[in-house]
């Protein structure tokens, strides 16, 4: 079974987070930030990841802290789901039309953290989130997970729309990644042997 259960308790946060990665996209998101429920929903969904969060944060100073740690903890988990790497396709991408929006997501589950973020968000705020911290998230994702990460926007002026764009195709480029390839069967997808 590739899946995780994860807690991480700081000061400003506590979450509890479990991934499967072979679930059928059922999630139970409650992190106290409505858009990043709705987010992280629409990622468990177009991943066919069964996801569950709680999350209790500062969200009274700021959502800062609550966003970057749910990105962090989601990364761990994915990196303990996935395990070893035996079988994996490693590679996914997707370009991905939201409405006016055209986001293109390309990752490899490369055990090398890098995110290369590419969205140009117009506004600072989609209802009470900070757009600024869609990037920090990924960041906490990236570098937790151990996996490259590309996001580019071709396209789209509509805040709300660049960034759920960049979750589903973020999501179903995972998804691709973490596929098993029959070619591979038992083997690392890598001419070191490692990942």
Known sequence: MRTSDISRVTAETDIRLSLDLDGSGVSDVD????????????????????????????????????????GIV??????????????????GSCILPMDEALIMCAVDISGRDYLGYSLEIPTEKVGTFD?????????????NAGVTLHLQQLAGKNSHHIIEGAFKAAARALKQAVSIDAAYADEIPSTKGLL
């Open 31 to 70: 992190t106290g930030v409505g858009f990043l429920d709705h987010m992280l929903t629409l990622l468990a969904r177009h991943a066919r990841f069964d996801l569950y969060v709680k999350a209790k944060g500062d969200v009274y100073v700021d959502d800062h802290h609550t966003v970057e740690d749910i």
């Open 74 to 91: 989601l990364g761990q988990a994915f990196a303990e789901a996935v395990g070893d790497k035996k079988g994996i396709c490693r590679y």
């Open 131 to 143: 757009t600024e911290l869609n990037e920090e998230f990924w960041l906490g994702f990236t570098r």
